[in-house]
Each structure stands twice: as structure tokens, then as C-alpha cells.
């Protein structure tokens, strides 16, 4: 069995965006050789995410609107305290609901294979869910099989 890493840049410019990644991770795949097993996204972050769903931009709206009622920005979280209580340096950011949107979608997805392409449909993309923004991530894509 092959495994292949790589590590991609994805930089947002909004608080929250959804980033469609699915042609970065192709393009992965494709440079691996692999043509049958797995792809691993995965972000090694706390406050972004990956998910898998339709990218259409009325959808992304919703998206969002949802994950803004589910862990609204203004809600207080006992998190953005911890940086005060802890005396530990902060960077300004008060992102407790950050966090929590993240627990939502959870930071991974892993994709099936076959003859080098991912078994995903036509109405369905890969995702960074950035839920702390603007920054710079670092998104980890992982190609294993034969």
C-alpha cells in the first residue's frame, strides 16, 4: 500500500467562509499514483473545518446562516474568558463560537477511490469551513491504496 501527504495553503478573507477545495485535493490524488483506496482532508485546526456538500451559492448562504443561529457570535462562551483567566497572551480574537460551529462539522472527511478519481457525485464538493477568519490554514490531504 502507497500513502502520499501533502500539505495545502488555504488563506480566507471573511470571519466565516466556505472554501471549495475539491479540485486541490483532485489535483493531489492525481500526483499519487494511487488509483484505488482513500483520500484524508483533514485540518488540523480547532476553528475550521471540512465537510462535504453541494456548492451552490444559495445553499452556502444557508450554510452559514444556520451555523451563525446554532452558535451565534454574540451568545457568551466560557472559552473567551479562558485566555483572561489563564494569563496567556491573546491574539484579540473572542472565538468561542468558532469553536463550537467546528464541533458541528468536525475537522476530516475521508473519500473512497476508484481508477484515481473520488467517489463523489456531481453535486457534491470539499469544503474548508472557516470559522475564524481571515487566516492562513494549513489543510493536510492524505492518498492511500494501491
Given at each position: 500500500?502507497?500513502?502520499?501527504?501533502?500539505?495545502?495553503?488555504?488563506?480566507?478573507?471573511?470571519?466565516?467562509?466556505?472554501?471549495?477545495?475539491?479540485?486541490?485535493?483532485?489535483?493531489?490524488?492525481?500526483?499519487?499514483?494511487?488509483?484505488?483506496?482513500?483520500?484524508?482532508?483533514?485540518?488540523?485546526?480547532?476553528?475550521?473545518?471540512?465537510?462535504?456538500?453541494?456548492?451552490?451559492?444559495?445553499?452556502?448562504?444557508?450554510?452559514?446562516?444556520?451555523?451563525?443561529?446554532?452558535?451565534?457570535?454574540?451568545?457568551?462562551?466560557?472559552?473567551?474568558?479562558?485566555?483572561?483567566?489563564?494569563?496567556?497572551?491573546?491574539?484579540?480574537?473572542?472565538?468561542?463560537?468558532?469553536?463550537?460551529?467546528?464541533?458541528?462539522?468536525?475537522?476530516?472527511?475521508?473519500?473512497?477511490?476508484?481508477?484515481?478519481?473520488?467517489?463523489?457525485t456531481s453535486k457534491q464538493n470539499i469544503f474548508v469551513a472557516e470559522m475564524d477568519g481571515a487566516r492562513?490554514?494549513?489543510?493536510?490531504?492524505?492518498?492511500?491504496?494501491?
Amino acid at each position: 500500500m502507497k500513502v502520499y501527504r501533502k500539505k495545502i495553503e488555504i488563506k480566507s478573507t471573511s470571519s466565516i467562509e466556505l472554501i471549495d477545495i475539491t479540485d486541490k485535493v483532485a489535483e493531489i490524488i492525481s500526483q499519487s499514483g494511487v488509483r484505488e483506496g482513500t483520500v484524508l482532508v483533514y485540518s488540523p485546526h480547532t476553528s475550521a473545518g471540512i465537510f462535504v456538500n453541494h456548492n451552490e451559492p444559495m445553499l452556502l448562504q444557508d450554510f452559514t446562516r444556520v451555523l451563525y443561529r446554532l452558535a451565534p457570535v454574540d451568545e457568551r462562551y466560557s472559552h473567551d474568558l479562558f485566555e483572561l483567566a489563564k494569563k496567556n497572551k491573546s491574539d484579540g480574537r473572542s472565538n468561542g463560537h468558532s469553536h463550537c460551529k467546528v464541533m458541528l462539522l468536525g475537522i476530516s472527511e475521508t473519500i473512497p477511490l476508484e481508477k484515481g478519481h473520488m467517489l463523489l457525485t456531481s453535486k457534491q464538493n470539499i469544503f474548508v469551513a472557516e470559522m475564524d477568519g481571515a487566516r492562513t490554514r494549513e489543510i493536510i490531504i492524505q492518498v492511500m491504496g494501491l
